[in-house]
């Protein structure tokens, strides 16, 4: 049967656990973005840690007049560019030292959903995803953390059968326009309840009960 694989872990834990500083900075980060846990705010900083050893290593080799590190530069500026980091043209490496972990999560389907206003809320956007209500180039994703590429995310869009589709689906309407409805229901209400209240005094007169004020 050979080996069995185990899979490992993708990403970096912090280097000491009680930091109060870092626990609050990852604690508003979760808020912002609504993730699940800070397992995704650490995987966005190895990602950018990676990005960033890699640029200052290419330098490195570039001022001792590697040639074969030109051709990698130029791959690691297309490839951040291409995810949506970096401008389409113009960037250097230098760029690639300049990102935060803000703009890795900024990539994320969840946050893309939400900023295209697919989703009324960030963590709604989370659910929409797992529930699978969101096509990207035509195939249902369900993964909030996939990060959508520059191409992509024009394709990010409901899914046909999604009942998110319809435009009157009271989890699209807008916060303004629900309070709109929710006075609109209360006011029906209130009229309903005077309309039976109504009913049930002349109901109570017709068979000759009557009721004078401050009797018991």
């Known amino acids: 049967m050979g080996d069995p694989k185990f899979s490992r872990r993708s990403y970096d834990t912090p280097s000491h656990p009680w930091q109060g500083e870092r626990i609050k900075r990852e604690v508003e980060v979760v808020r912002e973005f609504g993730l699940k846990n800070k397992t995704e705010v650490w995987k966005a900083e190895t990602v950018l840690r990676n990005f960033r050893k890699q640029s200052r290593e290419l330098q490195a080799r570039l001022r001792g007049g590697d040639a074969q590190a030109k051709i990698e530069a130029d791959a690691l500026i297309r490839k951040c560019s291409r995810m949506g980091l970096l401008p389409v043209t113009g960037s250097t490496l230098n760029d690639v030292l300049l990102l935060s972990g803000n703009d890795i999560l900024s990539r994320r389907l969840q946050t ?62 807008s916060a303004e326009q629900a309070a709109a409805n929710a006075s609109i229901k209360e006011a029906a209400a209130a009229k309903a309840a005077a309309e039976a209240a109504a009913k049930a005094k002349a109901d109570a007169e017709e068979a000759g009960i009557t009721l004078e004020d401050g009797e018991v």
């Open 112 to 173: 893309v959903v939400f900023a295209k206003g697919l989703s009324t809320t960030i963590k709604q956007a989370r659910q929409m995803i797992t529930h699978g209500h969101i096509h990207i180039n035509g195939h249902r994703v369900t993964v909030p953390g996939y990060i959508v590429t520059r191409e992509e995310e024009a394709s990010v869009v409901y899914c046909d059968v999604s009942p998110f589709t319809d435009e009157m689906h009271p989890m699209r309407v």
